[in-house]
């Protein structure tokens, strides 16, 4: 891990900066997500990945702790970005090594997977839900720079506070939809799957609707972080809606069931 951790090194001062996120259409611009209440921002890319990790810890039962830890060390470890590449075989958003016993390659580039694993070994850590960030991650990870995953803290406790809020549009993101080919039905599944996988039971309908009962604000956040990779349109929660264009407002609409609509 010398040549990575000698990388962090050097980036330690480094703020969180907005990247661009391209997407296949001729159409994709840069995309960023702001945290109500912070002047944290985040692209879209790295919105998603976190929301994918609180939602994670949440299906687990876990307390927001563990989804600010988590957040913090994918902050050290790939600026919560899904690497392909790191040093030695090191990959993924935790940078987790297959050669280690963490999975296979594909698995812990999987972010579902890999944030699984690292939360198997989080809570096998004797006092990590009070212990000092840095110290519970390091006793997982096992770096060459064990302080550095403190500095990510006030990041990871603002991002998390808003991944997993009950309160309406504390996560917005903004970008330009992509055209829309013909088949918005393989469309709608796809997303609709994607739902199921990490943020509740979705129900796909025609017409590009997706609803997902019995789910709150957590799992309409997570929709917002995703909503640039999955081409989303609008999604709306207990009198609220987002839409790309707009961010957050107050809206109309069935107060109990979020619901997700892709573009038409």
């Known amino acids: 891990m010398?040549?990575?951790?000698?990388?962090?090194l050097l980036a330690v001062l480094v703020a969180l900066v907005v990247v661009s996120v391209r997407g296949g259409g001729?159409?994709?611009v840069a995309t960023d997500c702001t945290v109500a209440g912070s002047d944290l921002r985040v692209s879209a890319e790295v919105a998603a990945n976190a929301a994918t990790i609180a939602a994670v810890a949440r299906s687990?039962?876990?307390?927001?702790?563990?989804t600010v830890i988590a957040l913090a060390t994918a902050q050290q470890e790939s600026r919560i970005r899904n690497l392909d590449h790191g040093d030695r075989d090191s990959l993924g958003l935790f940078q987790q090594r297959p050669s280690q016993g963490w999975g296979s390659e594909a698995q812990v580039q999987d972010p579902v997977y890999a944030t699984g694993k690292f939360l198997d070994g989080l809570v096998e850590v004797p006092g990590w839900e009070t212990g000092r960030l840095t110290e519970v991650a390091q006793a997982v990870q096992r770096s060459g720079f064990p302080e550095a995953y403190q500095q990510w803290e006030p990041m990871a406790t603002a991002l998390a506070g808003a991944l997993l809020s009950d309160q309406p549009g504390r996560l917005t993101c903004t970008y330009r939809p992509d055209?829309?080919?013909?088949?918005?039905?393989?469309?709608?599944?796809?997303v609709a799957e994607a739902l199921r996988r990490e943020a509740g039971p979705a129900e796909p309908h025609l017409g590009g609707t997706i609803t997902v009962p019995g789910e709150g604000w957590p799992a309409a956040s997570w929709a917002v972080a995703h909503a640039s990779r999955l081409q989303l349109a609008s999604v709306r929660y207990a009198g609220w809606e987002w839409t790309a264009e707009s961010g957050w407002a107050e809206s109309s609409g069935d107060?109990?069931?979020?619901?997700?609509?892709?573009p038409l």
């Open 255 to 262: 107060p109990g069931v979020l619901t997700v609509q892709l």
């Open 2 to 8: 010398a040549l990575r951790a000698l990388l962090v």
């Open 60 to 66: 687990r039962g876990l307390p927001p702790r563990a």
């Open 26 to 28: 001729s159409s994709a």
């Open 179 to 190: 055209d829309v080919a013909d088949s918005i039905d393989p469309r709608t599944a796809a």
